[in-house]
């Protein structure tokens, strides 16, 4: 089976190198290098460089919507089109490009969390479980019909960095799986319910600025989320401080963002509950656990933090 990938970033590896150890990967797509890091230098997409690793033919387009991308893809003549966290919505003459169509990967149990960042969104409001869906695209976002599905427990220590790992490894080996039988035949497609579709907007840095006066629970789980983009963070004075991890204790009521001692660790009242700071990075600083950020900022205790200007 002849397949054109498309994906760009460290999420969508595990299911590239899976692919090209089964079946016939005749090119990838992937964005072009990007500026990145402190001095902004272009820096290729995790994509093209595990592609180039595996010695396949890369393209690398600004915009897939263009006569030479599609030229350079129809020239591969694949017979599907795989798309992992590619960033782009595809135009209608891809999508039926490829016998068998285009199949995506997407992190959640379909339709729950339809858009760019479903693994933060399932941790930002408590999800018991979710998984991957292998679906066929169509023109919509994310409302294909589905032809598999594999679920996973949310862990307590799960962050946004660790579950998206978990869930492309389960993706990859989901892929894997469905693509002989679907090209076979044995695979019918199932509509999705859009009655229960929610979605998850594009993360934006402003998300990871934490509100004192939201519960501790949420704030919380919003940490877990956002770690390791876009973060989280709390203004100290003039100072932003970053908020690598947390646990939600409850507590009297107090001024919402008044810091005070929980087991010698500094503790954040809420509008609901202390948030207990376990790890801690000032601007420029290395990360501290939240004992030692305390000893070595006693005048901590008793300040009062608030969002970010």
């Given amino acids: 089976m002849r397949v054109v990938f498309l994906g760009t970033p460290t999420f969508a590896i595990p299911s590239l190198r899976l692919l090209a150890r089964s079946f016939d990967v005749v090119g990838v797509v992937t964005q072009p290098d990007r500026p990145a890091g402190r001095g902004r230098h272009r820096r290729p997409s995790a994509v093209r460089h595990a592609a180039a690793g ?78 991957v869906t292998v679906m066929r695209m169509d023109a919509g976002l994310d409302t294909g019909p589905i032809l598999a599905q594999q679920a996973i427990p949310i862990r307590e220590e799960h962050t946004g960095g660790t579950l ?84 939600a204790l409850d507590a009297p009521p107090a001024r919402p963002g008044t810091i005070v001692q929980a087991d010698g660790y500094p503790a954040m009242a809420t509008g609901n509950g202390l948030l207990v700071l376990l790890r801690l990075q000032r601007p420029g600083g290395r990360p501290l656990d939240g004992q030692a950020f305390l000893a070595g900022h006693p005048r901590f205790v008793g300040s009062v933090l608030r969002r970010p200007d």
């Fill in 164 to 247: 998206a790992a978990e869930l492309s490894q389960v993706g990859a080996e989901l892929l894997v799986q469905v693509l002989p039988r679907y090209a076979a035949g044995e695979l019918t497609p199932r509509a999705q319910d859009d009655s229960l579709a929610t979605f998850a907007p594009r993360l934006q840095r402003r998300d990871g600025d934490l509100d004192p006066a939201h519960a501790a629970a949420d704030l919380a789980r919003r940490i877990r989320a956002f770690d390791p983009w876009p973060g989280a963070r709390l203004q100290w004075g003039a100072e932003v401080i970053r908020v690598l991890a947390a646990r």
């Fill in 54 to 131: 595996l010695g396949l033919p890369v393209c690398l387009p600004e915009k897939v919507r263009t006569p030479d991308t599609f030229a350079t893809i129809h020239a591969w003549y694949p017979d599907v089109i795989v798309v992992v966290a590619y960033g782009q919505i595809l135009p209608p003459a891809l999508l039926e490009l490829a016998p068998l169509g285009c199949l995506n990967l997407h992190a959640s149990l379909l339709p729950r969390w339809r858009g760019a960042a479903p693994v933060q969104a399932a941790l930002l409001h408590g999800d018991a479980e979710t998984g």
